[in-house]
C-alpha cells in the first residue's frame, strides 16, 4: 500500500502564500502523475494541478499563474506552491498520486487525508 502525507496547510491573509508538500511512501513501484485537488464544504472536489512522470503539467483555470506544482521522484514528494491566495482558495486541499505498488500491479490512485487551507479576506 502506498500512503501519503500532506503538511504546509494554514491560515493566510489574502495575497499571501502557503506551499503544500505531498510525502509518499509505502510499497512504491513507481509513482506516474501526481496532482491535488480541492474541496470546498457542500462543492465537488475539483483539479487544482496536475504534473505527470514526465513534468508536464496542468492547472485549474482559476490557478493559472498563481500556484506552481513541482514534484521530486528522489524523494517521492509533489509540491504546491500557492502565491496570491484569494478567499475563494479556501478549501480542503488533498494530494493524489497514480502510483504502483509492484511492477505487476496495475496504477492505482492514493489520496492523502488532505491539509486545510483558508485565505482570510
Known amino acids: 500500500q502506498v500512503q501519503l502525507v500532506e503538511s504546509g496547510g494554514g491560515l493566510v491573509q489574502t495575497g499571501g502564500s502557503l506551499r503544500l508538500s505531498c510525502a509518499a511512501s509505502?510499497?512504491?513501484?513507481?509513482?506516474?502523475?501526481m496532482g491535488w485537488y480541492r474541496q470546498e464544504p457542500g462543492k465537488q472536489r475539483e483539479l487544482v494541478a496536475r504534473i505527470t512522470g514526465g513534468g508536464s503539467t496542468n492547472y485549474a483555470d482559476s490557478v493559472k499563474g498563481r500556484f506552481t506544482i513541482t514534484r521530486d521522484n528522489a524523494k517521492n514528494m509533489a509540491y504546491l506552491q500557492m502565491n496570491s491566495l484569494k478567499p475563494e482558495d479556501t478549501a480542503v486541499y488533498y494530494c493524489?498520486?497514480?502510483?504502483?505498488?509492484?511492477?505487476?500491479?496495475?496504477?492505482?490512485?492514493?489520496w492523502g487525508q488532505g491539509t486545510q487551507v483558508t485565505v482570510s479576506s
Open positions: 509505502g510499497r512504491i513501484f513507481s509513482i506516474n502523475a
Open positions: 493524489v498520486v497514480g502510483a504502483q505498488a509492484t511492477m505487476f500491479r496495475a496504477t492505482t490512485n492514493y
